[in-house]
């Protein structure tokens, strides 16, 4: 997985932990400039283990964006709680996240109990920066200090911008010296079929509500690439566990899943860079979130 070469500069990884919507998955895509993970106001958006790659000059930072570490209330929370806590074991630093807007409470310090106790070093990072004032926000660092003890704290905004050197400049002094581990023009190490899938999932999540977004899992069932035309056609079945959040989806007339497909398309184009013909269908697989095999078969918490 390493380049040739003898360039040895500060090169690991760096784990995003803490409770869902703590504002990881912006983060990582604000930091690495483009998108790479889904993002949602739904709790627990992510799903799968994602790695990006913020390639430097003078340094290699991998971020490890993880599933929001929660209490579980099926096999699927097992399973992306699961992913957390590997992925946070195995890394070179540990960035533990938490929403400057968000009172600092049990789900937090359930977090740093799991990921944070270890010898890997931990920068506390308060999030949303741009949608706290100064008081809140020394409210919350000062709460959080009491989870763990931190190398060092950053203030920051994915939405804004605000800080976000800053935490690159926190990250590298704690890396090792090595090898950088991806070649320099790779952003990401999540596979095209995912990538496409949560495009998908994503617009489900951002249309719907209740208890329809923590139903749905999404599987590409075909891609293929027309030369002649530069297009792709491609293929997937968004799964539900009940009729009626079938019927959610589809809409009335169709409506809701030509949406979902639109949007979705756009992604999937300028992630592709060609036109995209996308066929999108619906289907019931009863309480898939409480059986292991068909959370395997989406690739879920550990990924594919």
Same mark, same amino acid.
């Given at each position: ?43 627990? #958006? ?19 964006? #993880? ?33 400057? #807007? ?10 740093? %109990? ?27 660092? %000062? ?43 790779? #952003? ?13 999932? %994503? ?102």
């Amino acid at each position: 997985m390493t380049d040739p070469g003898y360039e040895l500069v500060p090169s690991g990884f760096v784990a995003l932990v803490g409770r869902p919507n703590a504002g990881k998955s912006t983060l990582v895509n604000a930091l690495v400039g483009t998108k790479v993970a889904i993002t949602s106001d739904t709790p627990q #958006t992510t799903r799968h283990r994602l790695r990006a790659v913020i390639d430097r000059d003078d340094a290699q930072i991998v971020l490890v964006d #993880t599933p929001g570490l929660h209490k579980p209330h099926d096999a699927l929370g097992e399973e992306v709680n699961r992913s957390s806590i590997l992925a946070a074991a195995d890394v070179d630093v540990i960035a533990l996240c938490i929403d400057a #807007t968000a009172p600092v409470g049990s789900g937090d310090r359930w977090v740093a %109990e799991r990921v944070a106790g270890g010898k890997r070093p931990v920068i506390l990072v308060l999030t949303k920066a741009d949608a706290a004032d100064e008081a809140a926000i020394e409210r919350q660092s %000062e709460a959080a200090r009491a989870l763990v003890t931190p190398v060092a704290e950053v203030v920051l905004s994915a939405k804004t911008g605000f800080n976000l050197d800053e935490f690159l400049e926190a990250v590298v002094p704690l890396l090792p010296q090595g090898p950088r581990f991806f070649p320099r023009d790779m #952003t990401t190490d999540q596979p095209l079929e995912v990538m496409l899938a949560e495009s998908v999932r %994503e617009k489900v999540l951002r249309k719907t509500r209740d208890e329809v977004p923590h139903a749905v899992g999404v599987l590409l069932d075909d891609l293929e690439y027309d030369k002649m035309r530069d297009l792709h056609r491609i293929s997937a079945t968004i799964y539900v566990e009940r009729e009626s959040q079938k019927g959610i989806i589809i809409g009335k007339g169709g409506e809701m899943i030509r949406s979902i497909g639109t949007e979705a398309r756009g992604d999937m184009e300028r992630l592709l860079g060609t036109r995209v013909h996308l066929d999108l269908r619906v289907k019931v697989r009863k309480d898939w979130r409480r059986d292991g095999a068909q959370i395997k078969r989406f690739g879920y918490g550990e990924g594919l």
